[in-house]
């Protein structure tokens, strides 16, 4: 079966400590995403990543870093710089993305993280 | 810059039709999806438009009107499960999806 996983599906930490979210996919997809969302707000954009070894950061990539070592695999760390992390993070990916292109991203089931 | 707007929320009855709308302002245009989300579960696909026209799927439709910048999204007899918030998404082409705050449907009975 073909999908992006995301681990754990709730995440605790103490405040002041480094957390990294994994997401893996199998769907061969050039592209991958990361977004935070909060209560009654849409989806923000963190960072995204076009190719392996290559990544951009989007709206709010203050606070965080990723990796992008492997296709399959695109790492979030949450470091203790970030001032509200609490939130729903969702991983993402498609095909590709470009002009002319067909840009669907297929979501992770997401990781809720509580900094307590 | 890239603005999505869509209603906050909305209520509707079971059985009946509902439309959410959403405006977009873009310089590049690749596409429009809508996505429906369910509390706490992630956004999953409901449809795409890059032509003006209604694409209909089912008891969902989409509209899209390029030269206004204006797409619908159009629920049918309707049902409970139908309670989710309905993301609109502008795709730019060239960089990721821009999402709207999404528009939180409340079906009664």
């Known amino acids: 079966d073909g999908g992006i996983t995301q681990s754990p599906k709730y995440l605790f930490r103490k405040e002041g400590q480094n957390v990294t979210l994994s997401c893996e996919q199998n769907l061969n997809h050039d592209a991958m995403y990361w977004y935070r969302q909060d209560p009654g707000q849409g989806l923000r954009l963190i960072y995204y990543?076009?190719?392996?070894?290559?990544?951009q950061k989007g709206d709010i990539a203050e606070g965080y870093s990723v990796s992008r070592e492997k296709k399959e695999s695109f790492p979030l760390t949450v470091t203790s710089a970030q001032k509200n992390p609490t939130a729903f993070y969702l991983c993402?990916?498609?095909?590709?993305?470009?002009?002319?292109?067909?840009?669907?991203?297929?979501f992770g089931p997401g990781t809720r993280l509580t900094v307590l | 810059g890239q603005n999505i707007d869509q209603p906050t929320e909305m209520t509707a009855t079971e059985g009946a039709i509902v439309q959410i709308n959403c405006t977009y302002q873009?310089?590049?245009?690749?596409?429009l999806f809508w996505y429906q989300q369910h509390a706490g579960e992630a956004p999953t696909f409901l449809s795409y438009n890059v032509l003006d026209g209604l694409e209909e799927k089912g008891r969902f439709s989409s509209f899209l009107s390029r030269s206004k910048g204006y797409s619908y999204l159009l629920l049918k007899e309707l049902q409970m499960k139908d309670s989710a918030s309905y993301l609109c998404a502008e795709d730019p082409g060239n960089t990721p999806l821009v999402f709207g705050k999404g528009t939180r449907l409340s079906v009664i009975a």
């Open positions: 993402a990916s498609s095909i590709a993305l470009g002009a002319g292109t067909y840009n669907e991203q297929f």
């Open positions: 873009t310089s590049g245009f690749n596409g």
């Open positions: 990543s076009q190719i392996v070894n290559d990544f």
